[in-house]
């Protein structure tokens, strides 16, 4: 359907601000004060009939008309703390302060609802956005550091000096050696500024570097793309959430609501594999509790299930795939006796699984991300994990494995002719220049590695960064990183909070927040399977404080810079609608009537078939890259399995716990635990809060913490063979013996540094998965009475 097309259709029968869109708003206050916002729609009664005269007027002068009550007015954002562009609904009260009262959904968003004409709601993460927006502890003037102490300076000042600091470090060390780290910045014109006209080839993202390198690099080259995370939930009779928690953690509540709609429609199964008990788990028809990092060996078992029993997909396999042979040869004996040894699960809870997801495909799918990616043998087992979707031929069919589209924005600097430079032409970043790196096989797939930057900095080949709302020093090893970043010659900060990288910063630029600012995004994965979108807001209320958005920082260092007629526009909504321009849309117009998306291309389903007839890789001998990669660590092109501690820790006698860092619904990043609602809700969940501790819990089983000595509420240390902190325990079920963990994203580094909690990655070294460079979350450790 065209742009037009849709934008007809959702005129119809809209309506703006009325007394139904607030009743719902009101429904989604969470604690938050409203100001009248209710009452200032209700229907009035009439004055009574008076039954005496009144008295006569006062023959005074008139007096000054009281002052209008402030109106309120309905406007719109994109939820961005996770990333994932759930919609918000935002009332403003116009009273010369701005003040957001309520934030709520937009029914019908592609990520925040289940699609067409259902209701949209935001997560505990999104209702801090008024939080965000409001917060006393927000950076609120830019600085720059002098004789250690950062003081606030104007823009001007800030601009100016930000400008000759960079003049000056391109002289001394050469712009090669600064690092643009700019994982979740809010504008997109990052990567021309530093790498077309800074010219630096040095860019660090989060996803492959710090969230699911191997999921994405494996989906990639097998066929799938970073997709092989996303099944076509709606539509599926059988789903397994393999080391995923959407039910909480989700990338938009369309994955929840997805599956829930699964439920409802196609009487789905839901079977989760997971170490830990999970929101997932407790609405699943089946749980395996598979013991950590053994994910590859439950994968392979399956296959073995699928191949003897004659339920693989043959036509699909025969046609349209490459490399079954080596796939069957490497599950040949791979039975699920086996696998039993290996995963504690029963062999006969793997056939039961096995044959239940082949038999409803082509309508089962498998969602994994993060669970199944962050340790250090998670290359190969999420090569296994995906080849069973292309086994089945879930590929692309209806329920299973989407291969789902992204609705394209325009280029403006291609649409205004910028001439743009490519500076960075010809410089090579440094893993794949220095001697120093040549015993890292992720210098093959990729350009740097998260863990390899403290590395660098110490060899002289990084001596600066720009971090725009980023969190890297609880990403990975991080007391190696402080100490980098206390190295480094010039570290700029991006951020609309006192994050680690702010404190130590030597130039810190307050950004706006996202509901102060023009926005615009496009995605895939939805509730709308045969459609792409993309979503856009206008700011809700002006920059508060002395901020500005990222667009307006960046556009105003290269104005300093002398590069200002590279940036051609007067603002960023002008920018915006250059992106928009290719679909016949304006800011304005996307958000008009009533929501603030647009459903752009239809798309079928099976777009393999326009191919060229390999649609899936098992084996993955004709990528050049990875067969370098695998052949210096040991690894073969086929799927196999690879036991835990072939890279990583292992447990042992002295560190006999596995720990690993998990999410909660409450944060996401390790970027809101400023948030004291969000805190006092984590602890209400755990049974906590009337502790006046509000940090990070050790989740704990019962027999390790009995042998230890340790209750629910007692302070605990953990420590490593590299590091060590304190956290508060939680005795629980929920995870298994040997196994503990921690919500990550709190203590020293984090936004909330002086209180409560530890820095998970504290416990981390160097531990990494070594194609991607995925640090390796599964450390060995040990658990003790702790605290005063």
């Known amino acids: ?104 959904g937009v029914d019908g968003n592609p990520r925040g609802s289940a699609g067409e004409g259902t209701e949209g709601t935001i997560c505990p993460k999104g209702q801090t956005q008024i939080e965000k927006v409001h917060d006393p502890d927000r950076i609120k003037q830019p600085h720059i550091r002098e004789n250690g102490e950062l003081r606030e300076v104007s823009w001007e000042e800030a601009f100016e000096y930000t400008a000759q600091r960079l003049q000056e470090f391109d002289a001394e060390y050469g712009a090669e050696t600064f690092l643009n780290a700019a994982s979740f910045t809010t504008t997109p014109v990052h990567n021309q500024f530093w790498r077309n006209l800074y010219g630096t080839p040095e860019r660090i993202g989060r996803g492959i570097h710090v969230c699911a390198g191997p999921t994405f690099q494996a989906g990639g080259v097998m066929g799938v793309g970073s997709n092989n995370r996303i099944p076509d939930y709606q539509n599926s009779e059988y789903i397994i959430a393999w080391g995923r928690n959407m039910l909480e953690t989700f990338a938009g509540q369309f994955e929840a609501k997805g599956v829930m709609t699964a439920f409802e429609e196609n009487d789905a199964t839901l079977v989760t594999i997971d170490p830990q008990h999970t929101e997932t788990v407790q609405k699943s028809d089946k749980w395996l509790q598979i013991e950590p990092r053994t994910d590859g060996a439950l994968a392979l078992a399956m296959a073995n299930v699928i191949i003897e029993e004659d339920l693989y997909d043959e036509e699909f396999v025969e046609n349209w795939t490459y490399g079954f042979e080596a796939y069957r040869e490497a599950v040949e004996d791979k039975t699920p006796e086996w696998a039993e040894e290996i995963t504690g699960i029963d062999a006969e809870d793997i056939r039961e699984v096995a044959i239940g997801f082949a038999e409803a495909a082509p309508n089962a799918g498998i969602s994994i991300w993060t669970g199944t990616a962050q340790y250090g043998n998670a290359w190969k087992g999420t090569q296994n994990i995906t080849a069973l979707n292309g086994l089945v031929g879930n590929i692309d069919r209806p329920g299973g494995l989407r291969l789902w589209q992204t609705a394209p924005l325009g280029n403006p600097f ?311 902190g304190e956290l508060m325990a939680y005795v629980s079920e929920r995870t298994k013996p040997g196994f503990v963990t921690a919500t990550y994203g709190f203590g020293e580094g984090s936004v909330q540094p002086d209180r409560e909690g530890m820095n998970t990655m504290k416990l981390h070294e160097k531990q990494m998965d070594p194609i991607s460079g995925q640090p390796d979350r599964h450390i060995a450790v040990d658990v003790a009475p702790g605290g005063d």
Not at 22 to 51: M, N
Not at 62 to 88: D, F, N, S, V
Not at 556 to 578: L, T
Not at 683 to 702: C, M, Q, S, T
Request: proline letters at 5%; aromatic letters at 10%.
């Open 414 to 724: 291609e649409i205004r002719e910028v001439g743009l430079p490519n500076n960075a032409s010809g410089k090579t970043p440094a893993l794949r220049k220095h001697e120093e790196y040549e015993d890292y096989a992720v210098r093959h797939t990729e350009t740097i590695a998260h863990n390899l930057v403290p590395d660098m900095v110490e060899n002289g080949h990084i001596n600066g960064i720009y971090c725009h709302y980023d969190q890297p020093l609880k990403d990975g090893n991080a007391e190696a990183w402080i100490e980098a970043l206390e190295e480094m010659d010039l570290v700029i900060s991006v951020d609309a909070f006192w994050s680690g990288v702010a404190k130590r910063a030597d130039i810190v630029l307050p950004e706006a927040t996202q509901l102060e600012m023009d926005t615009v995004d496009n995605g895939g994965w939805s509730a709308y399977s045969n459609n792409s979108w993309i979503i856009g807001s206008k700011a809700a209320i002006e920059p508060q404080w002395n901020t500005k958005p990222g667009f307006d920082i960046l556009a105003g260092i290269a104005e300093e810079m002398g590069w200002g007629e590279y940036f051609p526009w007067d603002s960023e909504r002008e920018f915006i609608n250059d992106q928009l321009s290719i679909h016949d849309l304006t800011l304005d117009e996307l958000e008009s009537g009533g929501d603030n998306y647009e459903l752009v291309d239809e798309y079928d389903y099976e777009q393999w078939r326009n191919g060229d007839g390999t649609a899936f890789r098992f084996d993955l001998d004709q990528i050049g890259v990875l067969v370098d990669a695998f052949e210096e660590t040991g690894m073969d092109t086929a799927p196999e399995w690879i036991p835990p501690g072939t890279y990583g820790d292992e447990t042992s006698d002295e560190y006999p716990l596995e720990f690993f860092d998990t999410r909660a619904v409450f944060f996401s990043q390790g970027g809101d635990q400023h948030s004291e609602q969000m805190l006092e809700r984590y602890a209400l969940r755990h049974k906590l809060a009337d502790e006046e501790y509000r940090g990070n819990y050790l989740v704990i089983n019962p027999s390790d913490a009995n042998e230890r000595g340790i209750e629910t509420g007692d302070m605990v240390r953990i420590e490593s063979a590299t590091g060590e």
């Open 1 to 104: 359907m065209s742009s037009e097309g849709t934008r007809e259709a959702k005129e119809q029968g809209r309506v703006n601000l009325t007394r139904r869109r607030l009743v719902q708003i009101g429904g989604a206050g969470a604690g938050v004060a409203v100001s009248g916002c209710l009452g200032f729609f209700e229907e009035t009664e009439e004055e009574p009939t008076p039954t005496e005269e009144p008295p006569e007027e006062p023959t005074e002068e008139p007096t000054e008309e009281p002052p209008e009550e402030p109106t309120e007015r309905l406007a719109y954002g994109i939820c961005e703390i996770c990333h994932h562009q759930c919609g918000q609904e935002v009332v403003v009260r116009d009273d010369g302060e701005q003040a957001v009262t309520y934030i709520t």
